[in-house]
């Protein structure tokens, strides 16, 4: 399938200039959120032609995310959504294991109680997006924008990208498999995460975001059929 046939999530077009940098968000969005499946075919002129933008700056784009690990290219420069398989899906989690965690330490010595409450109020949206079941998208950018809070508050997160890469790279698989299933599938520790902080205990928080990921990964294990999910 061609990326004509999929969901193109285009952000609100910026009145002049950035075109750029539009372009690449609204590719970026797309597939974090599951936009395009995996497996799919990306094609600059029908990508192009959706966004009403010319084809340079999709290829430039295209050329960002293919760095970032969230699209590749094959041969004949076929440029498409990466198929996922069981030992890539263990790697990334693993992966997010070692870098959330990580990050998570050394942002904790700059999360004081304005923070706490911002940190508060994103694990309320969390909680909202769990009453729609049937609403992947807000459910992952609610989730991501509490980690993501988190982690930034460092005044150099230098793992901030290469964890971004790691949900760009997992947003296309989770996404089809979570569509439809029971918000038991979406289970997260940020309460035992905030408790930790408030303690500045950095063993409980790097144990509270290791148990947040292993939970979601050992969810996802759990999903009847899942092997029908991965690609070759």
Known sequence: MDADDSSLQALERPGSGGIHQWVYQSLRRSILCGGFPPGERLTIRGLAE???VS?????????????EG????????????????????KALYDLRIVLESHAALKAMPYVHEAELLKLEQLD???DASLKQ?????????ANQA???????????????????SVWLQLGPFLHLVLSGLSENYRIDRHQEALEALRQHNGFALQRAIEADIRDGMASLESVQGLESFFGC
């Open 146 to 164: 509490f980690h993501r809070y988190l982690y930034q508050q460092n005044p150099v997160p230098a793992a901030v990208p290469l964890i971004e």
């Open 133 to 141: 079941p049937d609403d992947v998208q807000s459910w992952t950018l």
């Open 50 to 52: 959706k966004l009403g």
């Open 124 to 126: 309320r949206a969390v």
């Open 70 to 89: 969230a699209v590749a290219v094959r041969g004949n420069r076929r440029v498409m959504i990466p198929e996922m398989t069981p030992s890539r899906l």
């Open 55 to 67: 084809p340079m700056p999709v290829r430039e784009a295209l050329h960002r995310l293919t760095c």
